[in-house]
């Protein structure tokens, strides 16, 4: 298949908004795909923070599965949640409280208290607007499920602190292709400039080797290649054309929107050893 490249264009001046705005901000919040958080880390955002406490949210935890848990744990200061349910919003508050809780206990030892601030950061699509909304009781910022919704800079003022909400920023370039396809999968890069046939191709090669049932259980497919997994989607799901011929591009749109809305289960894409090549490097 084609190398998955990109093209930042209004990321570079993102980058530069926050690199000016960091020096405000007592903390950063990273937001990652708890399916995918390897793929989702973005070290140029990490290089932002500096020296400053960071506190990373795994998101979507309701698409993940429990092979997400270990992923946790490798991880510094990581919590797991999902957004979109209200009951998540104790927890990321906590985490957050906890992030600065050494500073407020000496400002408060000197006879002041402040407001903390901190900078939501993350590749597009992993739920940072989703997650501000959910903090402040109301939409306060815009949301989408495709990359590129939030553009420009949003401070939210909530009870007790204020986040800023920034564009999701995607890195210049990404070495390893197959954390590359994970970000296909999951929506973090615009489908306008993937080719979607090798990406639903390759997404059913990947689950026919790390969740074989649920294939077996959604489509019908019990192996063969790739092209013949698709076949197998094309003919449970009635996708024939006129003369007999699959309408594989139906096939294509179905095994994407399947995997994303969580209609093949909860899955979890990348490993142990993902997450220690990238956190390590980063």
């Given at each position: 298949m084609k190398r998955i490249q990109w093209f930042p264009g209004h990321m570079t001046k993102a980058m530069r908004m926050m690199e000016k705005e960091v020096s405000l901000a007592d903390g950063i919040i990273y937001v990652l795909d708890a399916r995918c958080p390897a793929a989702t880390f973005n070290p140029k955002l990490l290089e932002i923070a500096g020296a400053k406490p960071v506190l990373y949210i795994l998101n979507k935890a309701d698409l993940a599965d429990g092979r997400a848990d270990n992923l946790l744990k490798l991880i510094p200061n990581a919590i797991k949640v999902n957004a979109a349910i209200a009951s998540s919003r104790k927890d990321i508050i906590g985490a957050i409280n906890n992030l600065v809780a050494e500073k407020r206990e000496?400002?408060?030892?000197?006879?002041?208290?402040?407001?903390?601030?901190?900078?939501?950061?993350?590749?597009?699509?992993?739920?940072?607007?989703?997650?501000?909304?959910?903090?402040?009781?109301s939409k306060r910022t815009v949301t989408g499920n495709k990359a590129g919704v939030t553009r420009g800079k949003q401070w939210i003022r909530l009870d007790g602190f204020e986040l800023l909400d920034t564009p999701g920023t995607m890195p210049p370039s990404c070495d390893n292709q197959a954390l590359a396809l994970h970000l296909a999968y999951v929506g973090s890069i615009n489908d306008d400039i993937l080719d979607l046939d090798d990406i639903a191709l390759e997404l059913l090669g990947e689950l026919f080797e790390k969740y074989p049932k649920r294939l077996e259980e959604r489509y019908g497919i019990c192996g063969g290649?790739?092209?013949?997994?698709?076949?197998?989607?094309?003919?449970?799901?009635?996708?024939?054309?006129?003369?007999?011929?699959?309408?594989?591009?139906?096939?294509?749109?179905?095994?994407?929107?399947?995997?994303?809305?969580?209609?093949?289960?909860?899955?979890?894409?990348?490993?142990?050893?993902?997450?220690?090549?990238?956190?390590?490097?980063?």
């Open positions: 000496r400002n408060l030892a000197k006879g002041y208290s402040k407001i903390f601030r901190f900078l939501v950061v993350g590749v597009p699509n992993t739920g940072k607007s989703t997650i501000i909304n959910l903090l402040a009781g290649t790739k092209l013949e997994m698709l076949e197998s989607v094309c003919a449970k799901r009635g996708f024939i054309m006129r003369g007999g011929e699959y309408d594989f591009e139906r096939g294509i749109r179905a095994v994407i929107d399947d995997f994303r809305k969580g209609r093949l289960g909860a899955i979890t894409l990348d490993t142990p050893d993902d997450i220690k090549e990238v956190f390590n490097r980063g």
